[in-house]
């Protein structure tokens, strides 16, 4: 029987965002497998993780070619932005938290390419007055992160209602985000 690698990642994103400690073993029976076929896959847990990562940032990717990042307003981008990336957001949450994926040499180039059109898109609203020019495109880039993990986290530990989840991040964002008009 064939297994479906693409099935095993999506099994093990959806169980390891829960449950981040889970053991390979746990990973191969949510996925439907035996840990021997999980371990050809895989060879450990961070083969597993970093095959994650992959699949994280080809959702990133995705999202953000969806979400037309340089099209109209920049707020409106970040709304579409944030609506599109919402599907991988429990798993981005994850990734969020393995610390050896974002220390040293081993680092994936896709992080930074991803970084980098997060960040040109917050250099355009400040370029066009929608946002503050005080906080730094890597920080509002930065902020993102945390809120789309603290939202997929609260979604999935049922204190907020995923159908609030896109208004609830993009709110709190472009509210500390948006210019103020001097009075």
């Not at 609203?125 to 930065?142: H, K, N, V």
Request: proline content about 2%.
């Amino acid at each position: 029987m064939a297994v479906d690698r693409d099935h095993v990642l999506r099994s093990a994103a959806a169980l390891l965002t829960r449950r981040s400690t889970a053991t390979m073993d746990e990973v191969a029976k949510a996925a439907g497998i035996s840990r021997a076929t999980l371990h050809r896959h895989f060879a450990g847990r961070d083969a597993l993780v970093r095959a994650l990562e992959a699949l994280g940032i080809e959702e990133c990717d995705a999202a953000l070619d969806a979400a037309r990042l340089a099209d109209g307003p920049a707020s409106d981008a970040v709304h579409r932005l944030v609506r599109e990336i919402e599907p991988a957001a429990p798993l981005l949450a994850f990734l969020y938290t393995e610390n050896q994926l974002f220390e040293g040499e081993e680092q994936n180039q896709g992080w930074a390419r991803i970084d980098d059109r997060i960040a040109t898109l917050f250099r355009r609203g400040q370029a066009s007055g929608e946002f503050r020019i005080d906080l730094t495109p890597a920080w509002l880039t930065e902020a993102l992160y945390g809120l789309l993990a603290s939202g997929a986290w609260a979604v999935t530990e049922g204190r907020v209602a995923r159908k609030d989840f896109t208004h609830m991040i993009v709110e709190l964002l472009l509210g500390g985000a948006l210019r103020r008009e001097q009075s």
